[in-house]
């Protein structure tokens, strides 16, 4: 055990099955970087150094460079998948995704059902994704409602260090295909994460703080946002419960149904524009089948329907802040 | 490579099983045994059999909407296939696919594909696994001239460029996507040119001509299968029908169409061999009878066979259920 | 007035509005068809009939075939969007724009947003949508909330001739790209469409059905299943509401909002499958803004999670029924 | 044609307005005063001036990630474009874009776009509103080396080819995109000959040598300007830098750096105009003074600059409000 960066867990997840499985390859754009340049090839890793030192150590028959094409790199991820390796493919930001949206949902996510349940497709798209990086409106997207919304496809959000090697290491292990989503903005942050391989499973719900008096349900970067909410409402007395799902899709919701079983209350914190979103879809849920529980309206915390702006005063005011979240669990609170 | 008498059975009996099919689909289709819409390989089995030829299963193909030959050619069950097309829960897919999505990994069909352009980024995916496992067998990706154009497919030709894969991209080109002429939605001069243009050879070759695709597959085979990387074939051919079954064609003239047909590249193939006295008369017959008794059971087997049961299958195969 | 299809509404918007407006433009692939082919070019008009005639009556300046290149159709809308026409682009089938989301969800939707609100695109892009063809997973899908969740997008989902024609002559004379859905199910559908042009506004519900007990929201080819449902439950002497709220954006909450303070009770049917769907969204802005009307739980009838199926018996069961609807409203009228 | 001598001072302030403002952004950004990330032009300013230098503002292009050189060729405000990149609220996009989404209508500018390959297909839009608009005016796409890879590119060039429109691809080869050398990436043996071959014709010019530039630009207008459809361009560059401001460059040696700056336009065009005494070493200095006036100036403003003001401008310019 030891404490470890957010960063350096995606890391050591990747090189460790890397290690393990002879199958798991890396390709992607700069995923080694530098090749035919007139320096040194390999020491970039990726832009912010997810895959740092893999090329050196795995070589360019396990982690390769792309041209910048994704459609290319997804479809070539999947064939390789559909034909006995286990690709790790990145798109570098999950806002490109749209230029090889086809491969993705078209393609991976219905090769299974399609063919009757004869080819699986072992497969991980990391992609980095969320704003606060003043990035703008084509790289600070988090569009997992977009994977979510795929039948097929399996959707990550790791809050923390620990989950984001646990949950990649088991989405490098699952036999479907999966998208990672690495929380640009957690990449800095520490946390314990032991030094062996071990699988955080899909679907299980992290409860990230205890509470019987509302339920937070946040992913990702929101976590730690709704646990400092949880934590300014503790100082009234009230105790918030905040859940972390880990997984978009699968989603756990029986965690979700039994924490507002006890509550009563809900608030689906989500850094994603509102409509059609996991906060819509989370309320969905708990509107029909945890109804009888419910004490008050659900309250949804999310983007406004609008892009990603650049601007740090629109950016900071875009994002749900804990503010904006313990003023919704107030307002839950305080209906009767 | 010279041909023996079995392989010159094999190649007819493969092209003729194509013929077969896709004439009873055509009629089984106007009975109303098909659903939904089909898109047939009439006058291109040339082509996919040629290229296949050579292939075992464990080389890979990727295919299009327009896939019945290229499963055929690659050895796919016919009477699996007759079912999926029916969407019966014997089909090879179980039904859940159809005539766009007939895949079998044991056949190293990596499936038709309804988008166009979807399946070359995956060739390139399969031969890359083969160049990294050191198989010494490749992927093939099959395209129409329409399906030249979509940026998926330009974006294969040069990532397998660039990782060196043994992908082999066969371009049929029939002269239409859909009712437009290739002349007029392929920008470029050549087709084969442009192809070139990406840094790996590409040969234009008649598609109506067994030999002589088979012969240009061999040239590809041998390049990618030591290591030299990607190739390319254009097989120029005829589409006998319309796009799909029931297309009424207005766009192209009878006359047009009726030199489709003159050019058929299964007399041609008869005449040759048994010009050359490789074969005779009474094989080939002996060969159509057999592949229609097939098909006929296929046909048959296929309208008797039960659908799939929704309680069982319809939400089976996707790793969750909601609703 | 006069009676006609919903295919024939459609066409009849487009030829209207390129007679009325010189900057209005057709492309796609196929729209004309038979493009240097050896017979008769132009009479194909689209796959299903839709722009028919077009390109005889305003020659191929105004209605052009394109190369299958989606990115290509829809960035050259966006741009002759950007520099002055009113360009109609075609996807064959909504399916198809995972090859061309890019262009979608990263550029025209947000380039009003992005440069300023010194932009703008006034651009629709037609595709047809749905399932119950036998068209299996890749020529069958929805797509609607894909595009929902896109700030920047305008979404039309019309019931029948009439509001087609209506929102079609509406999507082309709006300054936003517009988003819309022929819903090919309903392609054959008559009914009375006014000869003249005739617009109808985005984000108004129309009222399909009165009644005080109970919600149904439903969009596009769903509406005539919520309505059978409703002719169903009345023979019970239950009184169903059915909004068909036309554009899932803009949404009119209003309208859902107040036939649910009115019934209490909510059920709303989506051809999608159900995670990130209109379902949820709907639901969740009922259990939050309408939480306390509601006398029972949101139901919500929707496609199985998986993609759409190709054997006849598979795609029936996968589509909502209106005997699901009509389950879920009784027991959402059950439930006390 | 001929260049006056207030031509070329027009192109030498241009080329300096580019070098003096990223050497500002530079500046600025590490001082904190740019958010997020900054790519810059530096090194590549013959290309985007001689590019823009006989356009009108009627004439359109679309950009890159690194398009504060082009939108400073192409006329947009440098104090506009200094306060959008400082997200200020007085930028010419009311700092909503900032440096990747840098837009002037009023330019012909549609846009820096931060997706690699966005803007092809866009320039083939603008395009042909001037062919059916009869304008004579023509659509300039910019990419790089890297972008020449991504499909809508390829895309944007087969459909410019069929539909005839006077698009102007622009290939800005700087030998890299982000990290990646473009002989690895661009599998093809040239980028410009993969081009071609789409029907166009593409030539390759010093990309350092804005007459160069300037001239092949004038052949690509006059064929474009003329209904002769698409032309192309691969003008090599250098790139100064790194991919964006402070990217430590280990996979380039100091050589290869050095030479770079060893190849700049700038003291090339110097020297030049005062070897041919068409301008003097004082008539440049004065130019550059006042450049660098102006760019202080943008610079001083954008960091006193207001930030936009959420309750205002949040979800203005997007037609609904949510949440
Ligand atoms: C991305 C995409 N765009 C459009 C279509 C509709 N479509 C199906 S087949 C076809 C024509 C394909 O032409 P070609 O590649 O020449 O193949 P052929 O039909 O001639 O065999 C088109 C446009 C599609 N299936 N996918
Ligand atoms: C679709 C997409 N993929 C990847 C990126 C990340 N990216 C930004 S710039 C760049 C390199 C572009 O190279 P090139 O086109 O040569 O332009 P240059 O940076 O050299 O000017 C990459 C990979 C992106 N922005 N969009
Ligand atoms: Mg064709
Ligand atoms: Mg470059």
Redesign the pocket.
């Known amino acids: 055990m030891s404490r470890k960066t957010y960063l350096q867990a995606i890391n050591e997840a990747v090189r460790q099955e890397m290690q393990r499985d002879p199958r798991v390859i890396v390709l992607g754009?700069?995923v080694a970087g530098g090749q035919q340049s007139s320096g040194e090839p390999g020491g970039v890793g990726s832009?912010f150094g997810q895959m740092k030192g893999l090329f050196n150590e795995f070589g360019p028959d396990r982690v390769f460079d792309t041209p910048?094409s994704?459609s290319a790199i997804i479809g070539a991820a999947g064939g390789a998948a559909l034909t006995g390796l286990r690709p790790i493919a990145e798109?570098?930001?999950v806002?490109?995704v749209?230029?090889c949206f086809d491969q993705i949902y078209n393609q991976i996510a219905k090769f299974r059902y399609m063919f009757g349940g004869h080819a699986k497709t072992p497969l991980v798209i990391r992609a980095t994704a969320g704003a606060g990086f003043r990035a703008a409106a084509?790289?600070s997207q988090t569009l997992h409602p977009l994977f979510t919304a795929v039948p097929g496809l399996k959707v990550v959000m790791p809050s923390n260090p620990y989950d984001a090697k646990g949950l990649l290491i088991q989405a490098i292990r699952d036999d479907d295909p999966v998208i990672f989503l690495e929380q640009k903005f957690l990449f800095g942050m520490e946390g314990e994460v032991p030094d062996e391989a071990y699988r955080v499973p899909f679907g299980e719900a992290n409860v990230a703080r205890e509470g019987r008096d509302v339920t937070l349900v946040a992913f990702g970067a929101m976590v730690p946002r709704a646990l400092a909410a949880a934590e300014a409402l503790a100082k009234d007395g009230l105790q918030a419960e905040v859940l972390d799902p880990r997984t978009t899709s699968p989603l756990d919701e029986d965690a979700i149904l039994e924490s507002v079983e006890k509550t009563g209350r809900l608030v689906v914190v989500d850094e994603s524009p509102p409509r059609c979103s996991m906060a819509g879809d989370i309320a969905g849920l708990v509107a029909d089948q945890g109804f009888r529980s419910l004490k008050a309206p659900i309250k949804r915390v999310t983007c406004p329907h609008t892009p990603v702006p650049f601007a740090p005063s629109l950016e900071d005011a875009y994002l749900p802040t804990s503010a904006r979240i313990e003023a919704a669990a107030r307002a839950a609170l305080a209906y009767s | 490579m010279q041909l023996s008498r079995d392989d010159l059975k094999r190649a007819y009996r493969s092209m003729f099983t194509i013929r077969a099919f896709e004439e009873r689909v055509e009629k089984e289709f106007a009975e109303g045994n098909i659903p939904g819409f089909a898109h047939v390989y009439l006058g291109q089995e040339a082509s996919g059999v040629g290229v296949c030829f050579d292939l075992a299963d464990d080389d890979y193909i990727g295919s299009t909407h327009r896939g019945h030959g290229h499963c055929i050619a690659k050895g796919v069950d016919v009477k699996g296939m007759m079912l999926e097309i029916m969407g019966k829960a014997g089909g090879i897919c179980g039904g859940k696919g159809g005539s766009m999505h007939i895949a079998d990994m044991n056949k190293g069909m990596l499936g038709a594909n309804a988008i166009v352009g979807g399946s070359p980024p995956i060739a390139v995916g399969a031969a890359l696994t083969q160049k990294l496992n050191k198989t010494g067998k490749v992927a093939v990706a099959f395209s129409g001239d329409g399906a030249s154009n979509q940026g998926t497919t330009f974006e294969a030709l040069n990532m397998a460029v660039v990782l060196g894969v043994p992908a082999i991209f066969v371009f049929e080109n029939n002269g239409y996507g859909e009712h437009t002429a290739a002349s007029y939605a392929v920008g470029a001069p050549s087709l084969a040119e442009r192809v070139r243009s990406f840094g790996l050879p590409c040969e234009v070759v008649d598609g109506m001509d067994f030999f002589a695709v088979r012969e240009a597959m061999g040239r590809a085979l041998e390049h990618a299968r030591n290591g030299k990387g990607p190739y390319a074939l254009e097989t120029v051919c005829k589409r006998f029908l319309g796009h799909f079954v029931g297309d009424p064609q207005a766009y192209r003239t009878p006359q047009e169409l009726a030199e489709a047909r003159a050019a058929d590249a299964l007399p041609r193939f008869r005449a040759a061999v048994t010009g050359a006295s490789l074969l005779t008369d009474e094989d080939l017959d002996a060969i159509e009878a057999e592949v229609l008794a097939i098909v006929e059971e296929a046909a048959v087997a296929g309208v008797a066979a039960p659908m799939p049961d929704p309680d069982r299958d319809l939400t089976r195969d996707v790793y969750l259920k909601y609703a």
């Open positions: 754009e700069d832009v910048i994704e798109i570098m930001f806002d490109f749209g230029v084509q790289h």
